[in-house]
């Protein structure tokens, strides 16, 4: 996953903004968001989760 991260943030793709999923496999947002601001301080990343359990929004 490193990899892709590496290659795609040095590659001449354009990017305006990240969207990721805190857990993904391994690696998790947080660190996506650390290397992401290494590389590329001025881009900005969304962290989100689908993950629903437990936090009281879903009820019946």
């Not at 990017?15 to 992401?36: E, W, Y």
């Amino acid at each position: 996953m490193e990899q892709v991260v590496d290659r795609s943030l040095q590659s001449d793709v354009e990017f305006n903004v990240v969207f990721t999923d805190l857990t993904m496999p391994g690696m998790n947002g947080i660190k996506l968001a650390q290397d992401i601001y290494a590389c590329r301080p001025d881009l900005p990343v969304i962290l989100m989760t689908g993950y629903a359990k437990g936090n009281g929004l879903l009820t019946r």
